[in-house]
């Protein structure tokens, strides 16, 4: 029996639990670029129109750290530029399934089940590359046939797809390494997003660096989130980007191989410390024990939102000046694009929609701690116990709803600092921006509610809240984007939160928001009263 | 003397699957009760309505003379729950979990735990992902045991546990059960643990009470084996009330034969003059593999 023995049959049980997943990864990433066509198509029709977006952009710091340097004018160059962002996810996901089918099987125990059966030894890591591998492939085959029938070059759509299916492939071999470094599934997945978070600035950073001639552009190959940039798709097409990229992830795979075959089965390469024979005084309540269950995410989400409110801040100052440096053209294409108010207030409100969005998943998770801990057969041992039901879960929903609201305020604040000191006012801009950020939690706390509500009532289909996130946000852009009408936008809950500092502060959708998010939860709570409890 | 315990025709259906089918349960204070039957009768169903983590959908249950359901908490003051599968959350170490779960309770007995720690060879200081299903066990051992709860309700708690530990287990409640008078439902698959421990038991099949009542009564109402050599062959044995499985070989005869009829069988045996005799009472493995036979209930009738 070889390494290698029972590949295809562990491969077709991971296809197998995937396959709602990469149906739903697959076609959103590949659809999206289709999205930026119909755009950019709309607003920027004519060579001219596009040079005035490309000369506009290229001096915008934000969108050369989000999509990557921009190398040229023509429709497919402005599309895939806009769509540098889709290798940050193929990277996510490509991580979070290698790491489900490695680590998380084997602190489950089933990689054991599995292993002991005539399976050998680098089968479940095989398998799981090529599942991811297979993934990658499809969204890069998908996306090419996009930009094809969008009427876009067959040569840049095929090295598009290509840059896409190798950045799934060097995040998947990157997941694998992680996949050896802990005991705890939970702690490779925190490894894998500060390695991705890191990958993201080091391209942001090499990009600027790339646009204004300076010399740290060669820090984009140490970053595979740049890979795909790299290739130029419609730019020059640079099939040869592809060696380099093999061969580094040809590398990070035999690492990977070999950290496996270092450890046995259950151990990661950092050992995990002994904690304390007795108890802290001040673990005796449920919620002091939800406080030790959600405070590490807490913490790293609050430092994430602090890094990316200071960056995002300190770059909005360059934004007001666009304005003086292009003039009467960019204010037209902007608000072309059905954007209005200055380009500084733009920047805010996408920032502030998409620093929501980041809270609004953190709550869902949040709120569906406690059925993850129902699964896991963890709530019997404290439901025998004197403590009520809603004691319980209550601990856990106060994260869902208190800690996006501290994520938010740090957010707001941070950026706020950051812009106040380029611009020269700290004290106006602080509170500008703490408010624009806190005037989200309402659209927040209704995602809050949609989870708490499904672990109440339907605890069988809690999972589905988090497919409200992106449900609500595709809503709102398909709406505004193919013109529904306000009744289709209307169904994204960020789309009636009003645009502070700009707009005026209306009350009346944040208490209607605030009100459907309170009947929610109050739903899902007299659910989990009433119901069984476990419910496998 | 009160029940701790009682259950009657307890009904809990999930879907189209009927969990409880009119299930009678009665524990008496004070003593260790038995609880057994195949994987999948509703044992640990039984338990959760007990804790009031389920709702039957029909029937009674009773816990310490209080509503399992509406008196969650008082009730839950007074006992303490050892489950059958245990988990335990992956960055607490075991000392913690034992901890916490005392002090929700209301308070543990601190020379008994580190008593117990000690007696189950536990590392309390390992977190809850690098134990093993033995080792986590013992956590929720301690945890229960320590308490001073009235009432114990333990799901198959020695399942992982190496044989010396089912030693320290049964000793341990033994100990406690003797000092303070606690009542023990214990449900379990290992024979000898039960008959070490328990002075009652109920067996389940299928959601419903298949029998119930003293170790001792059990055994009496189940058949005795006989094999027999007999002067002259034993004309109209097979017609007696009781007597099962004969098999007739010229004067050897052997059969299995119910408690109440083996008076007038063994009449009929000397009758036709004995020449030899061996006659087995039967086994508590034979007594539950009767039980755990996976033929329907109705079929046994």
């Keep these: 029996m070889n390494t290698l023995t029972g590949t295809g049959m562990l491969l077709r049980l991971a296809l197998r639990r995937d396959r709602w997943m990469i149906a739903v990864w697959t076609v959103f990433t590949s659809v999206v670029p289709l999205g930026f066509v119909s755009a950019f198509n709309a607003t920027a029709p004519t060579a001219a129109a596009r040079q005035d977006f490309v000369d506009t952009s290229v001096h915008n710091t934000a969108f050369i750290i989000a999509y990557g340097p921009l190398h040229g004018s023509t429709l497919g160059q402005l599309v895939t530029w806009r769509a540098g962002f889709i290798p940050v996810i193929v990277g996510l996901v490509a991580l979070l399934l290698m790491i489900r089918h490695t680590r998380t099987e084997e602190e489950a125990g089933r990689l054991e089940l599995v292993g002991a059966t005539a399976v050998g030894r680098h089968a479940g890591l095989a398998a799981a590359l090529i599942s991811v591998l297979v993934g990658s492939a499809v969204v890069s085959a998908l996306s090419a046939l996009a930009l094809v029938s969008a009427g876009l070059g067959a040569g840049g759509a095929v090295v598009f797809g290509l840059g896409l299916l190798l950045t799934g492939c060097a995040f998947a071999a990157a997941g694998a390494i992680f996949a050896q470094l802990t005991a705890g599934a939970g702690g490779a997945r925190g490894i ?57 992830t040809a590398a990070l795979v035999a690492l990977a191989v070999t950290l496996a075959g270092r450890r046995d089965l259950g151990s990661g390469m950092i050992q995990p410390r002994p904690g304390p024979a007795e108890a802290a005084a001040a673990l005796r309540t449920p919620l002091a024990l939800a406080w030790r269950l959600h405070r590490g995410a807490l913490f790293s989400r609050l430092a994430g939102f602090a890094v990316v409110g200071y960056a995002l801040g300190a770059v909005a100052e360059s934004i007001s000046h666009l304005l003086d440096n292009s003039g009467a053209a960019a204010r037209d294409l902007l608000a072309g694009l059905g954007l209005r108010g200055s380009l500084l207030q733009q920047y805010v409100d996408g920032m502030m929609t998409l620093a929501a969005v980041v809270a609004a998943a953190y709550a869902i998770q949040a709120a569906l701690r406690p059925r993850a801990e129902e699964v896991a057969g963890l709530a019997e041992p404290m439901l025998a116990t004197p403590v009520q039901r809603l004691r319980w879960a209550w601990s856990h929903f106060l994260f869902a709803l208190l800690g996006p609201t501290l994520g938010l305020a740090v957010f707001g604040a941070v950026l706020g600092l950051a812009h106040g000191i380029n ?114 | 003397m009160t029940d701790a315990i009682s259950v009657t025709g ?32 509703g044992k640990s169903t039984t338990l959760r309505i007990l804790l009031g983590l389920m709702r039957a959908d029909s029937g009674q249950a009773r816990l310490l003379g209080g509503d399992p359901w509406t008196e969650t908490a008082e009730l839950h003051r007074r006992l303490a729950y050892v489950p059958g599968d245990v988990t ?199 007594l539950f593999l009767r039980h755990y036979d996976t033929t329907p209930v109705g079929a046994l009738r």
């Design chain 1, 192 to 248: 894998a997003i500060v390695v991705l978070g890191a990958a993201f600035l080091v391209r942001g950073i090499a990009s600027v660096s790339q646009q204004s001639g300076g010399s740290l552009g060669w820090l984009a190959w140490l970053s595979p989130v740049a890979w795909a940039g790299e290739f130029r798709p419609y730019a020059g097409d640079r099939w040869w980007i592809a060696v380099p990229c093999l061969l580094a």
């Design chain 1, 423 to 536: 611009a020269g006012d700290v004290a106006g801009q602080v509170p500008a921006m703490l408010g624009a950020a806190l005037v989200q939690l309402p659209a927040v706390w209704l995602f809050t509610g949609v989870a708490v509500a499904l672990f109440g009532l339907l605890p069988r289909l809690a999972a589905w809240a988090f497919a409200a996130l992106p449900l609500s946000l595709f809503l709102g852009w398909l709406g505004a984007e193919l013109q529904l009408g306000e009744f289709v936008t209307g169904l994204s809950a960020f789309s009636h939160i009003p645009k502070l500092p700009a707009e005026p502060l209306s009350v009346l959708p944040l208490a209607v928001l605030t009100a459907m998010a309170a009947a929610l939860i109050a739903a899902g709570s007299a659910g989990i009263r009433g119901r069984d409890l476990p419910i496998g």
């Design chain 2, 10 to 41: 307890l009904v809990k259906s999930f879907g189209p699957a009927r969990a409880l089918d009119g299930l009678n349960l009665s524990v008496r204070t004070g003593e260790v009760h038995g609880f057994l039957g195949p994987n999948g009768a």
């Design chain 2, 88 to 286: 335990l959350w992956p960055g607490l170490s075991g000392g913690e979990v034992i901890d916490l779960l005392g002090r929700l309770r209301g308070g543990m007995n601190q020379t008994r735990k580190k008593d117990l720690i000690d007696r189950f060879a536990l590392d309390p200081r390992k977190k809850g992902r690098t134990y093993s299903k033995g080792n986590r066990q013992k956590v929720a051992l301690v945890a229960a045991l320590a308490s001073d709860a009235e009432l114990l309700v333990l799901d198959e708690p020695t399942s992982g546990l190496d044989p010396l530990m089912e030693e320290v287990f049964r000793e341990v409640v033994r100990e406690e059960q003797r000092r303070d008078g606690r009542t023990v439902l214990l449900s379990s698959h290992i024979l000898g643990e039960v008959e070490s421990l328990c002075e009652r038991v109920t067996i389940i099949r299928e959601g419903r009470t298949v029998e119930a009542g003293s170790l001792a009564e059990l055994r009496h109402l189940s058949r005795t084996s006989v094999q027999a050599e007999l002067a002259s062959p034993a004309a109209g044995l097979e017609d007696l009330p009781g007597v099962h499985d004969l098999r007739a070989d010229g004067a050897r005869v052997s059969f299995d034969v119910d408690a109440p009829a083996l008076d007038d069988v063994l009449r009929h045996l000397t009758a036709a003059g004995v020449r030899s005799l061996v006659s087995r009472p039967p086994t508590l493995e034979e």
